[in-house]
Nanobody
């Protein structure tokens, strides 16, 4: 069974930093990434890494967020710098498996950016 577990969320002031981690039970994903959903808003893609190399970022986070993947721990990270209040949301880890042709989601971790 596939499980994704997020950690690293919390509350910070504007301009602060957080590093989110997503640990998976297996290391067979072609694509892994992060999505977020703010209250009353649709879930949106924040960052993803395809085939362990190609990275894609939402325009709103370019230059501030960095996604990385470490196979030894089956973990994907999202380093978030220069956080803004509009970054406040629940952040979800996402993964796609070419073996099962399915997407998997973590339960989410809350990120709050406020003074």
């Amino acid at each position: 069974q596939v499980q994704l577990v997020e950690s690293g969320g919390g509350s910070v002031q504007p301009g602060g930093s957080l590093r989110l981690s997503c640990t998976t039970s297996v290391n067979v994903f072609f694509t892994m990434g992060w999505y977020r959903q703010a209250p009353g808003q649709q879930r949106e893609m924040v960052a993803k890494i395809v085939n362990r190399a190609n990275k894609v970022y939402a325009d709103s986070v370019k230059g501030r967020f960095t996604i990385t993947r470490e196979g030894t721990k089956n973990t994907v990270y999202l380093q978030m710098d220069s956080l803004k209040p509009e970054d406040t949301a629940v952040y979800y880890c996402n993964a796609f498996s070419p073996h099962t042709q399915r997407e998997y989601w973590g339960q989410g971790t809350q990120v709050t950016v406020a003074s």
